[in-house]
């Protein structure tokens, strides 16, 4: 095996950053890409986040964006695209940033044909940046051929890092949705047999960190545009840190065996941050920054909730 687990070192914060204070190196050579989820609203909330980011890249000039699904919501006709993609993430438009959409339970298939979007007309597809391949699903509706699909990617990849995205997550501490236990069912042992770093779901409109799960790390990232305050449940044990005051997004930097990811709220302030190193064995140490009750805090605790999606074939 490549390795037997990654294990993970946070930094360790005695209060949290502003964006403008970089936890990740930002070395000249390193993948630099940002993320995030369930952006597709149009609303002020959701341009002051397009903004943040663009700021952001002014100090970390990541080049391309993954989009976790529900990247349209309500429409998808000429004037839904402009309203809730192409201005809010104008500056970073014009600045040539590559977005890589996701399908979630709100898009129209059709997005796949939507030439921003980057899917080249496909529902599932894969990317490489150097030696870091990302495999974009369609958790909507996960049949036989996407599984088949998964599973001769997985196997024709030697890439050293294998990151997964799509819609709905395999682990979740929220109340609202939970967990999709039948997609996990279907998608975690392949994950697990063909040995993926790391997976980024949306669906839940927060941010959250799992803590990993048979050597795979889980993050979601689902409050670009939307937001379900107060909805992470604490004390079921699987969240190393979260986030559920505000709107916000990531940034990731890979660089060799390290993976770098700073979570960041629509005010600008840094909510979780840490690096993923591989290989060797797992060690965890957590270190999520502390609750700033001027900005409604961080969430540190949490877990699984029980409910079932409709995968693994249609989670709509």
Same mark, same amino acid.
């Given at each position: 095996?490549?390795?037997?687990?990654? #294990?993970?070192?946070?930094?360790?914060?005695?209060?949290?950053?502003?964006?403008?204070?970089?936890?990740?190196?930002?070395?000249?050579?390193?993948?630099?890409?940002?993320?995030?989820?369930d952006t597709?609203?149009?609303?002020?909330?959701?341009?002051?986040?397009?903004?943040?980011?663009?700021?952001?890249r002014?100090?970390?000039?990541?080049? $391309?964006?993954?989009?976790?699904?529900?990247?349209?919501?309500?429409?998808?006709?000429?004037?839904?695209?402009?309203?809730?993609?192409?201005?809010?993430?104008?500056?970073?438009i014009?600045?040539?940033?590559?977005?890589?959409?996701?399908?979630?339970?709100?898009?129209?298939p059709?997005?796949?044909?939507?030439?921003?979007?980057?899917?080249?007309?496909k529902?599932y597809?894969?990317?490489?940046?150097?030696?870091?391949? $990302?495999?974009?699903?369609?958790?909507?509706?996960?049949?036989r051929?996407?599984?088949? #699909?998964?599973?001769?990617?997985?196997?024709?990849s030697?890439?050293? #890092?294998?990151?997964?995205?799509? %819609? %709905?997550?395999?682990?979740?501490?929220?109340?609202?949705?939970?967990?999709?236990?039948?997609?996990?069912?279907?998608?975690?042992?392949?994950?697990?047999?063909?040995?993926?770093?790391?997976?980024?779901?949306?669906?839940?409109?927060?941010?959250?960190?799992?803590?990993?799960?048979?050597? &795979?790390?889980?993050?979601?990232?689902?409050?670009?545009?939307?937001?379900?305050?107060?909805? &992470?449940?604490?004390?079921?044990?699987?969240?190393?840190?979260?986030?559920?005051r505000?709107?916000?997004?990531?940034?990731?930097?890979?660089?060799?065996?390290?993976?770098?990811?700073?979570?960041?709220?629509?005010?600008?302030?840094?909510?979780d941050?840490?690096?993923?190193?591989?290989?060797?064995?797992?060690?965890?140490?957590?270190?999520?920054?502390?609750?700033?009750?001027?900005?409604?805090?961080?969430?540190?605790?949490?877990?699984?909730?029980?409910?079932?999606s409709?995968?693994?074939?249609?989670?709509?």
């Amino acid at each position: 095996m490549r390795r037997a687990f990654l #294990w993970l070192l946070l930094f360790s914060l005695s209060m949290a950053p502003s964006a403008q204070e970089l936890t990740v190196p930002n070395k000249p050579d390193s993948v630099k890409f940002a993320v995030m989820g369930d952006t597709g609203t149009g609303s002020r909330k959701q341009r002051q986040v397009g903004e943040v980011m663009a700021k952001v890249r002014a100090m970390f000039p990541f080049d $391309f964006v993954i989009m976790l699904g529900d990247n349209l919501y309500g429409g998808s006709k000429p004037a839904d695209y402009q309203k809730r993609f192409e201005l809010p993430y104008k500056a970073l438009i014009d600045a040539g940033v590559t977005f890589y959409a996701a399908l979630g339970n709100h898009d129209d298939p059709n997005e796949r044909f939507y030439k921003l979007f980057n899917m080249d007309g496909k529902q599932y597809y894969t990317f490489a940046r150097q030696n870091v391949r $990302f495999f974009v699903l369609d958790s909507d509706y996960v049949d036989r051929d996407q599984l088949r #699909w998964i599973e001769d990617e997985l196997t024709a990849s030697d890439d050293a #890092w294998k990151i997964a995205y799509f %819609h %709905h997550p395999l682990y979740s501490s929220g109340r609202r949705h939970g967990l999709a236990a039948e997609l996990r069912q279907v998608l975690e042992p392949l994950f697990v047999r063909h040995e993926v770093d790391v997976v980024f779901a949306g669906h839940e409109h927060f941010y959250e960190r799992i803590k990993p799960q048979k050597g &795979i790390y889980y993050f979601i990232s689902g409050s670009g545009g939307q937001l379900r305050a107060g909805n &992470i449940r604490s004390g079921t044990g699987l969240t190393a840190a979260g986030f559920d005051r505000d709107q916000s997004f990531m940034i990731v930097e890979i660089d060799g065996d390290d993976l770098y990811f700073q979570a960041i709220a629509r005010t600008g302030r840094t909510v979780d941050s840490g690096v993923i190193h591989q290989p060797e064995h797992a060690r965890l140490t957590s270190g999520a920054p502390d609750p700033d009750p001027q900005d409604n805090g961080a969430l540190d605790g949490g877990g699984v909730s029980g409910q079932k999606s409709r995968a693994p074939l249609g989670c709509r």
